[in-house]
């Protein structure tokens, strides 16, 4: 089961072109849900979002993808959720911060509380390019009691500049002969460069001195 995950994860290009390939238009679905359960649901952060959007655009410019479909079908699994990941917030936050559970990792709950403290509302759109603080900013923002027509502007503003920027990049670069050669270096270099907002952040608030 591991190895089978690894291998999913490590040859991601490959399984997706072969799934389109094999399933057609049910390639849109398999992509929607893993964007919407990435997002959506707190206990899953760990599913590859960033490296499945370059992937997407990759595929896009070699043709077995249609941008203009992909497209919108990242956005609104992105929108959906974080949609319903606030309402998930919304209702049972105060319960999971009450009871300290394992999970969601209450360390991973600090980290987040500390970006809202820093950047408040923004946070939302900022955690887009955050892994792990992107599926935990929405839950967080509901359990705070955030106004939802506030929150929903973030949430389909990041989701469109996440989506966008991500895919694009595949677009425009998984076609390069070397990023092609050697795409799971490239995706694992995606990953790194989305967790170096998240990194900084926690460096700054484990390191920064209290003001008297």
Same mark, same amino acid.
């Given at each position: 089961m ?6 999913w $994860?490590t040859? +991601?290009?490959?399984? &997706?072109?072969l ?5 057609g #238009?049910w ?9 919407f359960?990435e997002?959506g649901?707190?206990?899953m @952060?760990?599913? =590859? ?7 997407c655009?990759?595929l896009?410019?070699?043709?077995? $993808? @249609?941008l ?6 990242l ?8 949609a319903?990941? +606030?309402?998930? /917030?919304?209702?049972? /936050? ?6 300290q %559970?394992? *999970?969601?990792? =209450?360390?991973?709950?600090r !980290?987040?509380?500390?970006?809202f403290?820093?950047? /408040?509302g923004?946070?939302i ?5 955050v892994?792990?603080?992107r599926? &935990?900013?929405?839950f967080?923002? /509901? !359990?705070?009691g !955030?106004?939802?027509g506030?929150?929903?502007? *973030? ?6 500049a *996440?989506? #966008?920027?991500?895919? !694009?990049?595949?677009?425009l670069?998984?076609?390069?002969? %070397? ?5 799971? $270096? ?5 990953v790194v460069?989305s967790?170096l907002? #998240? $990194?900084?952040? *926690?460096l700054?608030?484990?390191?920064s001195? =209290?003001? @008297?």
């Amino acid at each position: 089961m591991i190895a089978t995950l690894l291998d999913w $994860l490590t040859h +991601f290009d490959t399984h &997706l072109l072969l799934f389109s390939q094999q399933h057609g #238009g049910w390639v849109y679905l398999l992509v929607f849900v893993i964007i919407f359960i990435e997002t959506g649901l707190v206990v899953m @952060p760990f599913l =590859p979002g960033d490296s499945l959007l370059f992937v997407c655009g990759a595929l896009a410019a070699a043709g077995a $993808l @249609p941008l203009a479909i992909i497209l919108p079908v990242l956005i609104v699994a992105a929108v959906a959720g974080d949609a319903v990941n +606030f309402a998930v /917030g919304s209702r049972f /936050g105060h319960v999971t911060e009450a009871r300290q %559970w394992r *999970w969601p990792n =209450p360390k991973h709950l600090r !980290m987040t509380h500390d970006f809202f403290d820093r950047h /408040g509302g923004k946070t939302i759109f900022i955690a887009r390019f955050v892994p792990i603080i992107r599926t &935990l900013a929405p839950f967080v923002a /509901g !359990m705070g009691g !955030m106004r939802y027509g506030r929150f929903a502007a *973030w949430n389909v503003s990041g989701a469109i500049a *996440w989506v #966008g920027a991500v895919t !694009m990049a595949g677009y425009l670069f998984g076609g390069i002969g %070397w990023v092609k050669q050697n795409f799971t $270096l490239a995706l694992l270099g995606i990953v790194v460069v989305s967790l170096l907002p #998240g $990194l900084v952040a *926690w460096l700054k608030s484990r390191f920064s001195t =209290p003001s @008297p």
